[in-house]
Every structure is written in C-alpha cells, then in structure tokens.
C-alpha cells in the first residue's frame, strides 16, 4: 500500500511569490492535514480536510490556504511569501474518526520550502 | 486549551541500556495519546498510541508507554536502546480526528 506522497519535496521561491504544494493521501484516507515544522516553533498544526471541507484550522494568516479534491488529494498553498515561511511543510493522512476512537496519521516526507 | 510538554530537549542514552523519554499533558476529557519519531529529513512515524483500556501500551520497534491519568504523563520506554532508535520524538494528543497539538520534541542520542 501507497503511503503519503507529497510532492516536490524540495523547493525554494523568492520573497513575494506564492507557491503551491501537493499531497496524496494513502488510498481510502478521508482527512488530510498540514502541518508547518520549524525549528523555533516545532509543528504547528495548519488545517485539516475531510470530504472537500476544511474541518479545523490552525492560527496562521490567510496566507495560508488549502483545499482538497474528490479523490482526497491536497493542496496548499502560501501566497506573498516572506522569509519566515522557511520550513518543512508535512502533510498527514488518517481514517475518519469513527466509534469514538481516534486513527493514527501517515505522514509524508514533506516539502522543505525555502523563501529567499 | 489542551498542551503536551516534553521536559528534556535532549536524552543521551548507552546502547543496550533502558530508555525513557517523558511527556506530561493537559487537556479536559480524555486524553488521546500519541508517539511519534521523526528521522533526519523524513516524515513522522507512528510508534503507538493510548486510546483507552490497559495503561501500558505497546507498539512498533519495541517501545511501549504508559498512561498515568493522575500523574496526566505518558512516557515513552524501552528496555534495551539501539543506536538505530536515535532520533527526534514527538509526543502529541488527538484532537478528535481533526488535527494532532505535538510536543517541542525530544532528540534521543544511543551511544554505542
């Protein structure tokens, strides 16, 4: 079975640009989640998918936005980039909650942005 | 709001020696608990989680955790450390399917 690909996996933009990144979930995974990873902030939660509808979002600026397709796939995207982008951008795949429990996620490699 | 806190940036560890790495957490309701590790330039793994049930949970590569509800900890174990377990470990809770709040992180280093 397929993990979590996320593509490219190394990009890097100038001050100002946007950019879009893409994820593949793990087949059959409904919810798809972003997660920014830097150094000094460690992992910040930045939305989640279920069905083509964003469920939760964390607190970033309206920079940041994402959506899902049909099939599951994700993408987000950062427009006017600033230095302080700079991270590793990690996308997460999981089962739906169901029963009152809650899945495990599938990360990706992630996507090391760097803004110049 | 709900936090995890890992309380050591840095556990260094002999080989073949037990290894714990903590987690304290705050959150109202029940907990859903999780481990995950992270290697140099790679995605987050799943090592094991703590839904309900027995407080001692196992899961991949030979780690286990325990829950301790009043103590609100759920530390990461290992009886005997390889060098191959060194890497970066992130404690988190789940927030009812829809995102995960993870710890700072904690890097193990196994000396050999």
């Known amino acids: 079975k397929a993990g979590v690909t996320q593509t490219p996996r190394y990009l890097i933009k100038t001050r100002g640009q946007q950019v879009t990144l893409s994820c593949s979930p793990i087949?059959?995974?409904?919810?798809v989640s972003w997660y920014q990873q830097t150094p000094g902030q460690g992992l910040q939660f930045l939305f989640e998918?279920?069905?083509?509808?964003?469920?939760n979002k964390g607190n970033f600026p309206g920079r940041f936005s994402g959506r899902q397709f049909s099939n599951s796939r994700s993408e987000m995207n950062v427009s006017t980039l600033e230095l302080g982008d700079s991270a590793l951008y990690l996308c997460?795949?999981?089962?739906?909650?169901?029963?009152?429990?809650?899945?495990?996620?599938?990360f990706g490699q992630g996507t090391r942005l760097t803004v110049v | 709001a709900q936090s995890v806190a890992q309380p050591e940036d840095q556990v260094n560890v002999a080989e073949g020696n037990p290894l714990t790495v903590k987690c304290t957490y705050s959150?109202?309701?029940?907990?859903?608990l999780f481990w995950y590790v992270q290697y140099p330039n790679r995605g987050l793994q799943f090592l094991l989680k703590?839904?309900?049930?027995?407080?001692l949970v196992k899961g991949s590569y030979g780690f286990e955790a325990e829950f301790n509800k009043s103590q609100t900890s759920f530390h990461l174990k290992k009886p005997s450390a390889l060098v191959s377990d060194s890497a970066l470990y992130f404690c988190a809770i789940g927030n009812y399917g829809q995102n995960f709040v993870f710890g700072p992180g904690t890097r193990l280093s196994v000396l050999p």
């Open positions: 998918y279920f069905s083509e509808t964003q469920r």
């Open positions: 959150v109202s309701g029940n907990p859903y």
């Open positions: 703590y839904i309900t049930g027995d407080n």
């Open positions: 997460a795949s999981s089962l739906a909650r169901t029963g009152g429990t809650q899945a495990e996620a599938f």
């Open positions: 087949s059959g995974h409904r919810s």
